[in-house]
């Protein structure tokens, strides 16, 4: 069994900023590709930024230069930094991680249980 808590949401006006985290847990052999994506009402869920297990990252378009994201593998969690935000970068934000458990050889992914972010004033 493997689990992903997500944690850092919240209300933040615009401009500020948040940072999220979320830990793997359970009976890990490895974490591979850590990720995170988010869904507002009405819209379909999108990928915000990914990053590998040697530290290569992927964002996409409407949060670079503003997110960052980055990882500890002792602690198997991911972060995600967020500046300057904005109103549309209001969602829910889920964490996902291809993750090999102690009893398998092969490669599952897991979704976290999703953090409220929402940028208002």
């Known amino acids: 069994q493997v689990q992903l808590v997500e944690s850092g949401g919240g209300l933040v006006q615009p401009g500020g900023s948040l940072r999220l985290s979320c830990a793997a847990s359970?009976?890990?052999?490895?974490?591979?590709?850590m990720g995170w994506y988010r869904q507002a009402p009405g819209k379909q869920r999108e990928l915000v930024a990914r990053i590998t297990r040697d530290g290569s990252t992927d964002y996409a378009d409407s949060v670079k230069g503003r997110f960052t994201i980055s990882r500890d593998n002792v602690k198997n969690t991911v972060y995600l930094q967020m500046s300057s935000l904005k109103p549309e970068d209001s969602a829910v934000y889920y964490c996902?991680?291809?993750?090999?458990?102690?009893?398998?050889?092969?490669?599952?992914?897991?979704w976290g249980q999703g953090t409220q972010v929402t940028v208002s004033s």
């Open positions: 996902n991680s291809g993750v090999v458990d102690i009893f398998t050889t092969s490669e599952s992914e897991y």
């Open positions: 359970g009976m890990i052999f490895s974490v591979n590709a």
